[in-house]
């Protein structure tokens, strides 16, 4: 089992910023990758980001190219998505997940935590 905790949400004008963390404890040995998905209301969820736990590969939705930024703290178990020039499409619940060695995909999600871009 893994249990993810997310944190960093809130309301933020358009042009600000935001730095939403993922703490996970439990099972972390065995994390393959930690991503990053969002819901806004009415629309399914959507993948945003994902980083790798031993590479440094790491993937990108096209519309948060250059202005989003996905980082990792191995020793804290904490992964970090760094949000600039946030737009008010950018306004959704921002869920973290991870991803073991093994398992057979998005294997664990925390509770999201809300983030909302006023125009």
């Known amino acids: 089992q893994v249990q993810l905790v997310e944190s960093g949400g809130g309301l933020v004008q358009s042009g600000g910023s935001l730095r939403l963390s993922c703490a996970a404890s439990?099972?972390?040995?065995?994390?393959?990758?930690m991503g990053w998905f969002r819901q806004a209301p009415g629309k399914e969820r959507e993948f945003v980001a994902a980083?790798?736990?031993?590479?440094?590969?790491?993937d990108y939705r096209d519309s948060v190219k250059g202005r989003f930024t996905v980082s990792r703290d191995n020793a804290k178990n904490t992964v970090y998505l760094q949000m600039n020039s946030l737009k008010p499409e950018d306004t959704a619940v921002y869920y973290c997940?991870?991803?073991?060695?093994?398992?057979?995909?998005?294997?664990?999600w925390g509770q999201g935590t809300q983030v909302t871009v006023s125009s």
């Open positions: 980083i790798a736990w031993r590479s440094s590969n790491r």
């Open positions: 439990g099972r972390t040995g065995s994390t393959y990758r």
């Open positions: 997940a991870t991803h073991l060695f093994g398992g057979s995909g998005w294997d664990y």
